[in-house]
């Protein structure tokens, strides 16, 4: 178990969308997309800080400028080597733990998150994620691991395969001989592979739309039981980004 270690969330954004460019800066229910995110992280216990990383390509300028406004910690890194970009911010923030969460996942839950870290902390595992086997919604991606997990990754990759550089995490779970990895999968209500709740493209979106004018009260955060039973309730809002 790893004891009285930085847990730092980082969050990775850009400006850059081939199929929804400026996301993460769309407005949702008064508020940008990404301070949504931000928010609701912010309720996870077990995160000590969040971290935006930003790409520091000059369309990504807004991002910082979101940032400073709202008073977030953030780092710029490179655009499209979202390895270099994590390791760099892990490493000037200190961070010995790092919680990976894309920044087109609004519905985020903070107890999912909670719980992610909290069987992190007690294992022995080098990664620990919900993305190994997808069970959960699609959009409530988390991945945990180490500092030196992600140090070790960012050296053997430096000059190597594209691919890895450009995701940040795959060499670490394509070498199960290198590093312990631990899967968690979802149990009951929330094992529902089959809804997706990512913002990829305009469709996504609308229906994050949607899930906010029914849940959303400003100072409160609703949880993933709760999509699920609207989506279940009202299940022709699941066609909009399903065509």
């Known amino acids: 178990m790893i004891k009285d270690k930085k847990i730092f969330a980082i969050v990775q954004a850009r ?36 971290i935006l990383a930003i790409s520091d390509s000059k369309d990504s300028d807004v991002l910082a400028e979101f940032a400073e406004n709202n008073k977030f910690k953030y780092f710029r890194g490179s655009e499209n080597n979202l390895l270099e970009r994590h390791y760099l911010t892990a490493k000037n923030f200190g961070a010995d733990v790092i919680v990976r969460i894309p ?50 990754a960012y050296n053997e990759v430096k000059d190597g395969d594209e691919y890895e550089k450009e995701h940040a995490t795959p060499y670490i779970y394509r070498h199960p001989e290198m590093f312990k990895l631990q899967s968690v999968t979802a149990d009951g209500k929330l094992r529902r592979p089959d809804i997706r709740l990512t913002t990829d493209k305009e469709n996504d979106f609308k229906l994050i739309v949607e899930i906010y004018k029914n849940l959303y009260t400003a100072g409160k955060i609703f949880h993933t039981e709760e999509v699920i039973d609207l989506l279940d309730k009202f299940p022709h809002l699941l066609k909009i980004n399903t065509n």
Do not use: C
């Open 15 to 50: 400006m850059a969308s081939t199929r929804l460019p400026g996301k993460v800066l769309l407005e949702l229910e008064g508020k940008p997309f990404l301070w949504h995110v931000v928010n609701r992280l912010g309720q996870a216990k077990k995160v000590d800080e969040i």
């Open 103 to 152: 920044s087109d996942n609004a519905l985020l839950d903070p107890k999912i998150v909670d719980s992610m870290v909290e069987k992190h902390l007690n294992s022995d595992a080098d990664y620990t994620s919900n993305v190994l086997e997808e069970t959960f919604p699609v959009g409530l991606h988390t991945e945990v691991f180490n500092f030196s997990a992600l140090e070790k």
